[in-house]
């Protein structure tokens, strides 16, 4: 009898073990690297909504670029033709801001299996867009030298960041994509300080 008694408290010990083993390797909610289950998930979700994005960031992204394109050819014309060293300094900061800025947003349509606008299509098509200049203007523009390319530039500049800031506002207040509405606050910032700079270079500030 004492023999039968001990099995069967060797029996209950050991199915004690096994329920607790198989509690400590499950029931914790960690994973083997030692990371929580729930935070795994957590970056999942995190992940997926920042990948995130609706029309207007499609459309921002496909407006913003021409827009640009115009601005860095714009801004070439500088350094042959403008007679002050400030509008050459401008300039070049534009381009240098801007150029980047068209590569990720071409990255981003490209990711997301949308087209990506065509460089060198008329100024004509774009007519619509807040800011942008026509053929009269740009041909204009290649024209002037000196102090005249100096005004005309700063003049048609103030104007398409202004349309730009509109464009990007836009976008942050519509969008849903995080880095493009975060973009867009670039945008916002820095050209919105660039018409402030140029209407003082105009003598307008």
């Known amino acids: 009898m004492n023999t039968t008694r001990t099995r069967a408290v060797l029996v209950a010990l050991t199915a004690t073990a096994v329920l607790a083993l ?6 914790d909610g960690t994973a083997h690297s030692g990371t929580p289950a729930t935070a795994h998930a957590g970056a999942s979700a995190s992940d997926s909504a920042a990948g995130a994005h609706n029309a207007q960031d499609v459309t921002f992204a496909q407006r913003m670029i021409p827009h640009h394109r115009q601005a860095l050819e714009m801004a070439e014309l500088a350094a042959g033709r ?43 098509g774009h007519t619509g867009m807040a800011g942008m200049m026509d053929d009269t203007d740009m041909t204009a523009l290649k024209k002037a030298e000196g102090t005249d390319f100096d005004t005309m530039f700063l003049t048609m500049m103030v104007e398409h960041h202004r349309g730009a800031v509109e464009m990007a506002g836009t976008e942050r207040s519509q969008g849903a994509y995080a880095p493009a509405t975060g973009l867009a ?6 050209q919105n300080a660039e018409i402030k700079e140029m209407k003082q270079l105009l003598g307008k500030g």
Request: charged share 25%; hydrophobic share 40%; aromatic share 4%.
């Open 82 to 124: 403008a007679s002050s060293a400030r509008v050459k300094d401008l300039a070049a900061r534009i381009e240098k801001a801007q150029d980047p800025e068209i590569k990720t947003m071409s990255g981003w349509l490209k990711a997301w299996g949308e087209d990506v606008p065509m460089a060198g299509m008329d100024h004509g």
């Open 22 to 27: 198989a509690a400590c390797g499950s029931g």
């Open 185 to 190: 606050g670039d945008i916002v910032t820095a």
